[in-house]
């Protein structure tokens, strides 16, 4: 690629490149950080600034990025068969295989997959297959989908409407036969409840929600393990059983999206895996090609496969690139590696409860009101009252102030809101998650001085 200096970057990037969630005008006037080197855990800034990415690139680089033979497989299939589709009664070697391996490492009742190229796309697909499951099951009636308030499931018009944030719903509305109900977030909405006594509460909006539809209306609910975009937002250990029981009792079709917690964030491969509960599609994304090739997909449990495979005719759903054969490849040496390097294992018993640990030190810091972690992920929820939880303001001044400080402390992390969010790299050693909880604190005490002098 062509050096330029950063200045000459951002101006052509003001002028030519219009950027995913973003506010044109705003980017432009501030200038876009120009990211062009990547190693390891860290990334580095046309400028030379090294940044450790405590947010795996947008959770998807869960290997980090260096990963050669990632790299190798990819460039060996673009040798020997670059592309070719899955249409018109063709397959090829990488996407046959890799179907193998998404079955080993699934629920041992989830052994099809559909391909897309991206969670937003496997989140139309999900539609699409639960709305022909219930054809075939001659309950054509069943067509409502539930979903939940401050959910992401993706940027298509599908994906959107399932999702549950209301600024995206207000530029463009969404499509009928979309519901959405409470969320656990017991941080900011649980009052005067203990956490278990506000999971089963949320669950119980699922269990409202179904009989005032209808049940015989309801063909589906569909929900991150833990909400990922939304605020890492860690249900009450209450919430999935009582969820779970209630999918069970009034045989609704369940979708884990697992977009962000496949692929070992937890500790499990999926996340449905760590909570113990049943999904019958698991859409995936992101972490399964270590984020260097676009794949994703669904994973179809045995129960609506073999529907699909009955004499039902033609599925008419499908992407040029479906299984794709270079993001095929990428996905089966990103599994390899997963495996031979215990990366699952890894996160459970070790990776996982020290950066649980380091976290929580983090709880004394004056401006914060939790910490949360699973796995290898976390939330700080930034407050102006540790008691009363009190924000700053309401406009997520708090979150975007400690955004910057943390990123001229050379640590990328993210704000939702008031909330900073943390999904790095499995492959962190130890000390690395001491310099991520190093860098974070300074974060916090450099934002903590801007704020204190802001709204005192
Ligand atoms: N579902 C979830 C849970 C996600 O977090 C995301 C993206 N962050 C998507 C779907 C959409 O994925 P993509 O951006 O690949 O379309």
Redesign the pocket.
Same mark, same amino acid.
């Given at each position: 690629m062509t050096q330029h200096s950063t200045k000459d970057f951002q101006a052509a990037d003001a002028q030519h490149y219009l950027h995913p969630f973003t506010d044109f005008k705003d980017l432009a006037s501030k200038g876009s950080r120009i990211i062009t080197k990547a190693e390891g855990a860290y990334i580095y800034t046309n400028d030379g600034q090294k940044l450790l990415d405590g947010m795996s690139g947008?959770?998807c680089c869960n290997l980090g990025y260096t990963q050669p033979a990632i790299n190798k497989a990819v460039a060996d299939q673009m040798n020997e068969l670059p592309y070719y589709n899955s249409f018109f009664q063709c397959s090829h070697p990488a996407a046959i295989e890799l179907s193998k391996e998404l079955a080993s490492v699934s629920p041992a009742h989830m052994n099809n997959v559909f391909y897309t190229n +991206? !969670? +937003?796309? !496997?989140?139309d697909t999900v539609l699409r297959l639960v709305r022909r499951y219930w054809d075939l099951k001659k309950q054509p009636n069943k067509r409502v989908i539930i979903s939940r308030e401050n959910a992401?499931? =993706? +940027?298509?018009v599908a %994906?959107a409407s399932l999702g549950g944030m209301s600024y995206v719903h207000n530029q463009f509305g969404k499509l009928p036969n979309i519901e959405h109900v409470a969320q656990p977030y017991w941080f900011k909405e649980g009052g005067e409840l203990s956490r278990e006594e506000f999971g089963v509460q949320a669950a119980k909006a699922l269990e409202d929600k179904i009989l005032e539809l209808g049940v015989e209306n309801v063909a589906a609910f569909i929900a991150?393990p833990i909400q990922?975009?939304g605020g890492v937002i860690i249900p009450p250990e209450t919430y999935w059983p009582e969820v779970q029981k209630i999918l069970n009792k009034y045989d609704i079709l369940f979708v884990s999206?697992e977009?962000?917690f496949g692929f070992g964030r937890t500790g499990k491969w999926f996340g449905c895996d760590y909570y113990g509960t049943k999904p019958d599609l698991i859409?995936f %994304?992101?972490a399964v090609t270590n984020g260097f090739q676009p794949l =994703?997909g669904v994973m179809i449990g045995d129960k609506v496969a073999d529907v699909l495979k009955s004499d039902g005719g033609e599925f008419a759903h499908g992407f040029t690139y479906s299984g794709h054969p270079a993001a095929c490849a990428a996905a089966l040496a990103t599994i390899k590696i997963m495996k031979d390097e215990n990366i699952v294992d890894k996160v459970a018993n070790d990776l996982g409860p020290y950066f649980g640990k380091r976290m929580a030190e983090l709880s004394d810091h004056p401006m914060v009101g939790e910490v949360r972690t699973l796995g290898m992920v976390g939330a700080i929820e930034l407050v102006k009252n540790k008691e009363t939880r009190e924000r700053y303001d309401s406009d997520g001044t708090a979150g975007a102030t400690c955004r910057d400080a943390s990123i001229a402390n050379d640590l990328v992390m993210r704000a939702t809101g008031d909330n900073m969010i943390i999904a790095p790299p499995l492959t962190l050693t130890h000390e690395q998650i001491d310099e991520l909880v190093t860098k974070a604190k300074a974060a916090l005490d450099q934002a903590y001085e801007t704020l204190q002098a802001k709204f005192g």
């Open positions: 947008l959770w +991206s !969670g +937003s796309e !496997g989140n992401y499931h =993706g +940027s298509t %994906a991150e990922g975009a999206d977009v962000i859409n %994304a992101k =994703g």
